[in-house]
């Protein structure tokens, strides 16, 4: 079965770093694009960036350059999405997704990873 | 980079009912890039559409995509009880190489 496994949920201080992880598994991992996506509570979906395990190749939503950074470990078939200094308005649902590389669209999700920071 | 708008916001309609949700993007998109997803409260995402009209893996028929250029459409054929959720539209454009999402349709029991 395909399935992209994220890391539990966080909760955190303002300032303070974190790296979550989407772990995939049932098909080659370095042969599809992993995205991440944003929701804030209540509202829509956000394109993060996205990176393809194969080389690392990695592009950014400009509204997230310089504000998160994107990385995979093939040889754990694992991405990570990480920030060096969380801020309250990082609070979000964050969701990574298997993105298919001739069509563009999301085939497979995570269920999500809740982050949470507060004072 | 391009802007996708969605209409309406919210569709109230009975099960059994028709529904047609609109994607509108501030440039033309290439119909190959367009794809819709489902979201229900609590859950990922879930594609429905790619290729602006292809239905994804296990998709009921009742879900349809068409459009080209700028004017996407996701047509529910007869809603189903289990068809009340939010929509989302998504392009992937090349120049600069990224994804746009939609605001969302959100389709509530009238």
């Known amino acids: 079965e395909v399935q992209l496994v994220q890391s539990g949920a966080e909760v955190k201080k303002p300032g303070e770093s974190l790296k979550i992880s989407c772990k995939g598994s049932g098909y080659s991992f370095t042969s599809y694009w992993i995205g991440w996506v944003r929701q804030m509570p209540g509202k829509g979906l956000e394109w993060m960036g996205i990176?393809?395990?194969?080389?690392?190749?990695?592009r950014y939503s400009p509204s997230f350059q310089g504000q998160v950074t994107i990385s995979a470990d093939k040889s754990i078939s694992t991405a990570y999405l990480q920030w060096s200094s969380l801020k309250a308005s990082d609070t979000a649902m964050y969701y990574c997704a298997r993105m298919e590389g001739y069509y563009y669209y999301m085939d497979v999700w995570g269920k999500g990873t809740t982050v949470t920071v507060s004072s | 980079e391009i802007v996708l708008t969605q209409s309406p916001g919210t569709l109230s309609l009975s099960p059994g009912e028709r529904a047609t949700l609109s994607c509108r993007a501030s440039q033309s998109v290439s119909s190959s890039y367009l794809a819709w997803y489902q979201q229900k409260p609590g859950q990922a995402p879930r594609l429905l559409i790619y290729g602006a009209s292809s239905r994804a893996t296990g998709i009921p028929d009742r879900f349809s995509g068409s459009g080209s250029g700028t004017d996407f459409t996701l047509t529910i054929s007869r809603l189903e009880p289990e068809d009340f959720a939010v929509y989302y539209c998504?392009?992937?454009?090349?120049?600069?190489?990224?994804?746009?999402f939609g605001g969302g349709t959100k389709v509530e029991i009238k």
């Open positions: 998504q392009q992937y454009g090349s120049s600069p190489p990224g994804l746009t």
């Open positions: 990176i393809y395990p194969g080389d690392s190749d990695t």
